[in-house]
């Protein structure tokens, strides 16, 4: 059974920076296609970034150039690095990952990602 722990969430003002981690475990090869996800109250949740198996990303349009998604297969870690925050960017974050090599479309939804972490929040001050 894959389960994953988001943790690294917390309150930042505006242009600052956190760094959200998802442990992942229950599966050890690397053919899983992995991503972040938000979801602000009252909205739909919505994708912010995607790894696949060879480490290719996509981003949202509104964190490109502002958010980093990485991966380490040797900690089965997934991580989110968001710089020079804004307080649109104040959402409860998800970790999900899905047993593909590649996603072929964008965006992807909540429906294309078997596995989800319990979430993270992350508060964004002006």
């Known amino acids: 059974q894959v389960q994953l722990v988001e943790s690294g969430g917390g309150s930042v003002r505006a242009g600052g920076s956190l760094r959200l981690s998802c442990a992942a475990s229950?599966?050890?090869?690397?053919?899983?296609?992995m991503a972040w996800f938000r979801q602000a109250p009252g909205k739909e949740r919505e994708v912010v970034a995607t790894i696949n198996s060879d480490g290719g990303t996509a981003y949202v349009d509104s964190v490109k150039g502002r958010f980093t998604i990485a991966k380490d297969l040797t900690k089965n870690t997934l991580s989110l690095q968001m710089n020079s925050l804004k307080p649109e960017d104040t959402a409860m974050y998800f970790c999900?990952?899905?047993?593909?090599?590649?996603?072929?479309?964008?965006?992807?939804?909540?429906?294309?990602?078997?596995?989800w972490g319990q979430g993270t929040q992350v508060t964004v001050s002006s």
């Open positions: 229950g599966y050890t090869d690397s053919s899983y296609c």
């Open positions: 999900a990952a899905e047993p593909k090599r590649y996603l072929t479309w964008w965006p992807p939804v909540q429906a294309d990602f078997r596995y």
